[in-house]
């Protein structure tokens, strides 16, 4: 089975630009979840996918956003980037069966520097 | 979701038995137990998770007290490629996010 995969892997964009970031889901897995690392701390839950809609959302403003496709991979997007927007974007995928949650898999990130 | 407290640093000896506290006295009757570990550059990795019984797989073994209020992550034989943050979160199985604190920062020695 394949893993959770990011692109790109390192980006370095200017504030206020706008950023797509891409992941691919592991086979198998319907949710799409995607977190901020920043240097030294712990993930930051950002939101959730399921069935292409947000399935919960951490505390983060609204320029965060994201799509799930049918395909089960996903994108997040951030917009009027800050510099403290800098910071390792982690997806994670997992299986969502009626009220179970099976386990997180995740990806190695996507590395965000804004300048 | 109920919070977690964990040493932030420890080191252990290479081949020796690496043992990780986690403090989760606010815990619910059901939540599990979480771990994870993040090497370097990397995304977290799951590692185990348990809900009352301790846990054995092939990377490690999850020790929970009877009243669930801490539990100690066991590594048997340490290696350095074991080198990571280690993170215990607890969560409710339908939960759909995962709360990570700070962590334990696991350094295996030579």
């Known amino acids: 089975e394949t893993g959770v995969t990011q692109s790109p892997t390192h980006l370095i964009k200017t504030r206020g630009q706008q950023v797509t970031l891409r992941c691919s889901s592991q086979?198998?897995?319907?949710?799409v979840s995607w977190y901020q690392q920043a240097l030294g701390q712990g993930p930051q839950f950002i939101f959730q996918?399921?069935?292409?809609?947000?399935?919960g959302r951490g505390n983060f403003p609204p320029r965060f956003s994201g799509l799930q496709f049918p395909n089960y991979s996903s994108e997040l997007n951030v917009n009027a980037l800050e510099l403290d927007d800098s910071a390792l974007y982690l997806c994670?995928?997992?299986?969502?069966?009626?009220?179970?949650?099976?386990?997180?898999?995740f990806g190695s990130g996507t590395r965000l520097t804004v300048v | 979701d109920a919070k977690t407290t964990q040493p932030p640093s420890m080191d252990c000896a290479e081949g020796r038995a690496a043992n990780l506290p986690c403090n989760h006295s606010?815990?619910?009757?059901?939540?599990?137990v979480y771990w994870y570990r993040q090497i370097h550059s990397q995304g977290p990795q799951y590692i185990i998770h348990?809900?009352?019984n301790n846990e054995t797989n092939e990377m490690a073994s999850l020790i929970i007290t009877e009243d669930r209020k801490s539990s100690t992550l066991i590594l048997p034989h340490a290696t350095l490629r074991d080198t990571a943050v280690y993170y215990c979160?607890?969560?409710?199985?339908?939960?759909?996010?995962?709360?990570f604190g700070g962590g334990t920062r696991l350094m295996v020695k030579p």
């Open positions: 996918y399921y069935r292409e809609e947000e399935n």
């Open positions: 994670a995928s997992s299986l969502l069966q009626g009220p179970l949650n099976y386990g997180y898999t």
């Open positions: 979160i607890v969560s409710n199985n339908a939960g759909n996010m995962l709360t």
């Open positions: 086979s198998g897995h319907n949710t």
């Open positions: 606010t815990i619910s009757g059901n939540e599990y």
């Open positions: 348990g809900l009352k």
